[in-house]
């Protein structure tokens, strides 16, 4: 089987899967981009509580590298 017979017998499934990562990252983009705001508009925030709160989380995830969160994410959390 050569790579163009691969691709023409599963060409659907692959533009699936192509639709359903975009849509994937979208949602996620979004996401992250609210949650960043979020927390930048909590660490401007007169409410030391919230302050406090926005600036402990903004620290833990610039301060550790992303294979420890993502460690820490699926080991621990669950």
């Known amino acids: 089987m050569s790579i163009l017979e691969f691709l023409q017998q599963f ?8 639709l359903v990562t975009c849509a994937q990252f ?18 401007i925030s ?3 509580l919230v302050r406090g709160a926005s ?8 301060g550790t590298s992303l294979l420890v969160q993502l460690y820490w994410i699926f080991f621990v959390l669950p």
């Open 55 to 62: 600036v402990i989380y903004i620290e833990v995830f610039r």
């Open 46 to 48: 007169r409410n030391p």
């Open 11 to 18: 060409k659907p499934v692959l533009l699936q899967g192509t």
């Open 26 to 43: 979208l949602l996620a983009a979004i996401i992250a981009v609210l949650v960043a705001h979020v927390a930048g508009l909590g660490k």
